[in-house]
């Protein structure tokens, strides 16, 4: 009796890749037809979507003309005390309701406070309508984030009248500058430059000083001896010129902070001319009301077209709920 040894079976490469084409052939059938039938169903019901676009786009626009106008305008400032972020928080959580008169804050629509970057790094600063759409995560954004321009906004309707804008800037300032912590911060950091100026003036003055005992003496040579070869050195005298013209640029800059930015918040641009708000408003609302005009025609051109199957499934499912009971 002979032992028949078992060989391992071989693999048909030939038939293994047939295989493989055939699936990726039906998939590309399936995929074709299933597109084929989504480019008729769009074809034939071409005329109800763009009704539902239509519509859509109307509703949007008969929901803005029948609001109230109301208008904006907006105020950058700087902040020599505490970062940005701190600020805005501030100001998008203040209840200005106690800040002014009823006839004022019904009229006044929203107060608060938003970025001013360089999003495109292009030198022009950018109102951040919504920072997390800006990326954060870049050093030089973060930067000006913290430590750049803010931006105040405030939106009234046309019954408030220009003339109190000026009433609201002082309010929105005094908010601010009246913190707690902003106070006390500006406090340290004018005191903390008064007190570094004379300090500086003293440094000038003896590096101006014509004490050469002091800064310019006589040193003595340096000597070294190989052998009987004696190499004698002389060392370089320093000059101070360069030192005291830094210092006194770092008084005049201390100076022109004391003189210029005493304020906790320095206003860079005043509120500008109000301009009516209500045209971008129209392209938001329009744009909106068009999406969800398509949506909801799509679903509900979708059941129409396919109300036989859907039906069908519908008295399917009774059927067998009658079947089970």
Not at 103 to 111: C, G, H, M, P, W
Not at 165 to 188: D, F, G, H, M, Q
Not at 220 to 243: A, R, S, W
Request: aromatic fraction near 12%; glycine fraction near 4%.
């Amino acid at each position: 009796m002979t032992d028949k040894k078992e060989t391992p079976q071989e693999i048909d490469l030939i038939e293994l890749f047939t295989n493989i084409f055939n699936w990726l052939g039906k998939q590309i059938q399936w995929a074709y037809k299933i597109g084929l039938h989504i480019f008729y169903f769009g074809v034939r019901n071409s005329p109800w979507f763009a009704l539902s676009i239509i519509l859509g786009a109307a509703v949007g626009y008969f929901q803005v003309k029948t609001t109230e106008p109301y208008y904006k305008s907006e105020l950058v400032a700087f902040s020599h005390t505490i970062d940005n972020v701190e600020i805005i928080k501030s100001i998008n959580n203040w209840d200005y309701s106690k800040a002014f008169g009823e006839d004022t804050l019904e009229s006044i629509k929203k107060i608060g406070a938003t970025y001013v970057l360089d999003i495109n790094k292009d030198g022009i600063w950018d109102v951040v309508e919504d920072i997390e759409t800006v990326e954060t995560h870049d050093s030089v954004t973060v930067k000006q984030r913290q430590y750049g321009n803010f931006c105040v906004q405030i939106e009234f309707s046309d019954t408030l009248g220009f003339e109190y804008i000026p009433a609201i800037k002082e309010k929105v300032l005094n908010y601010v500058t009246n913190n707690k912590r902003v106070k006390e911060r500006n406090y340290i950091r004018l005191k903390q430059q008064q007190e570094l100026i004379p300090r500086l003036q003293k440094e000038m003055a003896e590096l101006d000083s014509l004490k050469r005992t002091e800064y310019f003496g006589k040193q003595k040579d340096k000597t070294v001896k190989f052998g009987e070869v004696l190499l004698v050195g002389e060392k370089e005298t320093k000059l101070y010129h360069n030192e005291v013209l830094n210092l006194y640029k770092q008084q005049q800059s201390l100076e022109k902070a004391l003189l210029l930015y005493k304020d906790p918040i320095e206003l860079v641009l005043d509120f500008s001319v109000p301009v009516l708000a209500k045209d971008k408003k129209t392209e938001r609302m329009v744009n909106q009301y068009t999406k969800l005009g398509f949506l909801l025609g799509l679903l509900i051109i979708t059941i129409i077209d396919r109300r036989k199957f859907v039906f069908a499934q519908i008295r399917r499912s009774k059927e067998e709920n009658i079947d089970k009971n």
